[in-house]
C-alpha cells in the first residue's frame, strides 16, 4: 500500500512538471487586449513573424504563481530590450521574441479590467507596460482552445513565427519549465 502512495505521488510530481501536450501544433485561438495606455494588440494577428511567450492568468490565485515567473521571465527575454547593451558578456545569448503576460478578466470580473489598468499604471515599472496586456471578454472559447481547467494557475505558451503553440506549461515558475521554452526556442531558429 505504501508503495502504492509513493508511486502516486511520484506521478503526480512528475506530472506537474510536465508541458501541456494536447494543445502544442494548434493554432493559438484569437485575443484581442491591450496594454495600459489602451494600445490594442490582436494575439497571434499582430505577432506574425515573431516567436512570441503568452502567459495567461484567469483568478486572484493565479497571481503568486504568475508573480513568481515575473523576474526570470524579464531577466531572460526583456531585460536587453528595455536595458541594451546591458548584457555585457552574455549579450549574444539574448532571446529575441515578443513577451505579452495576460490577465484576463472574464464574466463579472470584466469590469475590474479598468481598475487595475489604472492601479498597473501607477505601480507598475513602465519599462514592464509593452509587455503587460489586458484581457477583457468571455474565458470558455480560451479553456476549451487552450485546455485549461485549473483556474489557479497562470499558463504559458510559445507560438512559433505563424501563431501555433510549439510549447505550453502551467504553474508556478520552475528551471524545468524555463529550459523547456527555451530549448523549444533553440528549435525554431
Known sequence: ?????????????CAAGQPISSVINQPFPSMQAETVDDK?????????????????????KSEK????????????????KVNPGS?????????????????????????????????????MDERLMPYILFYQGKLKPYKEALDFEKKD??????????????????????ERKMDGIKSAIDELE
Open 87 to 123: 548584457g555585457g558578456l552574455f549579450s549574444s545569448f539574448v532571446y529575441d521574441i515578443d513577451v505579452y503576460l495576460v490577465p484576463m478578466f472574464t464574466g463579472i470580473k470584466a469590469a475590474a479590467a479598468g481598475t487595475a489598468k489604472r492601479k498597473a499604471a501607477k505601480e
Open 40 to 60: 490594442v494588440i490582436n494575439i497571434p494577428k499582430d505577432t506574425k513573424g515573431r516567436v512570441t511567450l503568452v502567459g495567461l492568468a484567469y483568478s486572484k
Open 153 to 174: 494557475v497562470p499558463y504559458f505558451f510559445l507560438l512559433d513565427e505563424a501563431g501555433k503553440i510549439v510549447y505550453a506549461t502551467s504553474g508556478a515558475y520552475s
Open 1 to 13: 500500500m505504501m508503495r502504492l502512495v509513493y508511486f502516486l505521488a511520484f506521478a503526480l510530481l
Open 65 to 80: 504563481d504568475l508573480s513568481s515567473w515575473m523576474s526570470p521571465v524579464y531577466n531572460t527575454f526583456i531585460s536587453q
